[in-house]
């Protein structure tokens, strides 16, 4: 007997639809995906990256973990990065976070979770480096959600930061990595105005030149 038997019969129901509303989608799907967007997001199950931007299969490549967290030592990420850039040829890299982000609310704090504190110790750095504005928030709520914006701004900012991103700014291929926030509250997306698409927008010591050297 099959387990979870109610997720085999809503996928059979799933593929039925899409059959009915395009007899071929799933055959040019299994030739080739040719996303125009890459997707670091949060692994909060209530965060579904091509859901909520209302993209189907095989337009969206996606990458998640605890809170959105871009480490230039990250194999993980970063094998999905240089996949997505230099072999799907994506257009936009997409750094979302939400509001009431739970890994962000735990960086902020002085509890332990276990093996999670690791990781968690990226997103302190960042709570560390704006802790005098964020403490002057009153209001908790509005206080996480803060950090949750800058959570996101130091991301984008590591992304732009990595050779994948910025080799491909230097070959001419046309990249451009945003920063959003979604909430959870209304389902809506919200640019943070964070937008880079030229290695001229970065400080100049994260900037490399042709031979791999910071300018």
Sequence with gaps: MKELPQLFDSNRQWAQRMNSSNPTFFAELAAMQTPQYLWIGCSDSRVPATEICGLRPGQMFVHRNIANVVVHSDMNLLSVLQYAVEVLKVRHVIVCGHYGCGGVKAAMSSDSYGLIDNWLRFIKD??????????????????????????????????????????????????????????????LLKDLDLCVSAPEQLPDHYRMDASGQST
């Design 126 to 187: 960042v709570y560390g480096q704006h802790h005098r504005v964020i403490d002057a928030i009153d209001d908790p709520t509005t206080r996480v959600n803060r950090m949750c914006e800058l959570n996101v701004a130091a991301q984008v900012a590591n992304l732009c930061y990595t050779t994948i991103v910025q080799d491909a700014w230097r070959r001419g291929q046309q990249l451009t990595v945003h920063g959003w926030i979604y909430g959870l509250h209304d389902g």
